[in-house]
């Protein structure tokens, strides 16, 4: 029997040497992220602040949030500054998946990953920027607008970062239609005419999911459908420039993949 053959050589070692590797670089990710929370969290109190201002512009004057939690407020800001750290890393995350993988990649697809990567980092910080900038002044200001007579705005701030890091995760989510449109037209799993043909569910689909998202409003409701459909015509558009995988799992002119 040939040493390849063999249960303990040539088959398990490679398991085990993909096992070091993925351990190897989620290492690297953890590092790269608590590298970026210490650097960060000196200045978590005023990222709070930058977080907060949004609902701070809309409140009544001699108002303010509160906390119902004892170490809430020391928590809320740490929580914040992970949340930086996270984004900040984002880079060197994406790099070590990207590195993990790249041996089983052909070489027309190494081509891909790092349009895909920048392209993931930017539509990601595009949704929240957007979601930050524009459906945050609006939305808070509809609420403000809706408290009864005689009630006082005061909002737990430990909530309040629950419902921000839920709408920044939906709309970065949101935001990376386009790649994973053009992701799985290239990988060959859906065609363009199907892609063209799912148009009308897409829609309802939007606003379903906009609907269990978001708070129970139209306003932020339309906010996150609209973008959801308009991103996906820009992978439609995108997936008329970029051509599918061939069938053999690489194109004509690409290299055998690593081994």
Known sequence: ???????????????????????????????????????IVPFAQTLYSFVAQ??????????????????APFFVPIKV?????????????????WAF??????????RLIVPLILSS??????????????????VFKFFAGMTPLGVSMATDIDKYLSFVLGMFVAFGLTFEIPVAV???YRMGVITYHQLTAARPYL????????????????LSQIMLAVPMILLYEM???????VKPRAVGGADDDSEEPQS
Request: aromatic share 10%; glycine share 4%; proline share 7%.
């Open 101 to 110: 993988v790249a041996p089983a990649l052909y070489q027309n697809e190494k």
């Open 182 to 184: 053009v992701l799985l």
């Open 54 to 71: 949004p609902l701070m512009s809309v409140l009544p004057n001699n108002t303010s949030m509160i906390a119902t939690d004892v170490i």
């Open 203 to 218: 829609i309802v689909a939007s606003f379903i999911i906009a609907a269990v998202v978001t708070p129970p409003d139209v």
């Open 121 to 138: 980092i930017i539509l990601f910080a595009a949704g929240m920027a957007f979601c930050y900038f524009l459906v945050f002044p609006m």
């Open 81 to 97: 500054a992970l949340m930086a750290a996270f984004l900040a890393a984002l880079p060197n995350t994406l790099y070590q998946i």
């Open 1 to 39: 029997m040939s040493e390849e053959l063999q249960p303990a050589g040539g088959q398990a070692q490679p398991l085990i040497e993909h096992l070091l590797e993925l351990r190897r670089r989620l290492v690297w990710a953890v590092l790269g992220i608590a590298v970026c929370f210490f650097a």
């Open 235 to 241: 992978g439609i558009l995108v997936c008329r420039i």
